[in-house]
């Protein structure tokens, strides 16, 4: 298998480059790489020591980098594209055909994807990510009746994360409840979640998944054995049934498939748009 040197190259966060650069790459099984960021490359000096960086990893390696880049500035990114390496600019790519169909110049202003550009966008993430903190894990304030959506599931299911990703990415207030065991022995609804039946979604995984995620936790316990786990697991997906929760196997899911997922089944509205 081939390994190729990966640059990200942004005059912001590199974000950008990041998320639309490891999407493309996922389209190719055969090769492995070797991933490095140089964010908030603004000027030319800059970018000519970014070309100096890259030019160098080529020789190393004996094959040429890959780069993706996210420039506003039309003389850095040009600094850029003098490296010895496959350079992919997004910016590049679009805004030209953008400007033809709106038929006005972009503002060619960094910064616009991330930060705090849009204080009405940042102040919506960070309620929503204090929102998911103190609502996690049935602890808190169980404040159910503010949340867009609670999660529910056994332990390490991905509740947790899932709320986070939900709030950072898209300002949702999503609180979760852990199923215990007397929830699940008792078959029924938890009684604080009762009056919010509409907003349940549940998470599922596979045994085996779940198995080696709680060993990592607590090794050889009886939280961590694959009885324990299989049971658990078969009494929430009897729940969702019996109560009409709809669900998702999260075992071969990112963490973004899972909230797009959320977002689309629960019909979610997003107080922070990309």
Known sequence: MSKRTVFFVSDQTGITAETMGHSLLTQFDNTQYHSVTVPFVATTELAAEAVRRIDAAGRESGVRPIVFATLVNDAVRAVLQQSDALVLDFFAAFLGPLEAELAQPS????????????????????????????NDDGSGSRDYASADVVLVGVSRSGKTPTCLYLALQYGVYAANYPLADEDLESGELPAVLEPHRSKLFGLTIRPDRLQQIRQ?????????????????????LALYARVGIPFLDTTECSIEEIASRILDRQRLQRRVRH
């Open 107 to 134: 503002a060619h202003a960094s910064g616009r994807a991330h930060g705090m550009a849009d204080l009405t966008a940042y102040t919506a993430r960070i309620n929503a990510t204090n929102f998911a903190v103190a």
């Open 216 to 236: 990592e936790r607590r090794p050889d316990s009886r939280y961590a054995s694959l009885q324990q786990v299989q049971y658990e697991l078969r009494a929430a």
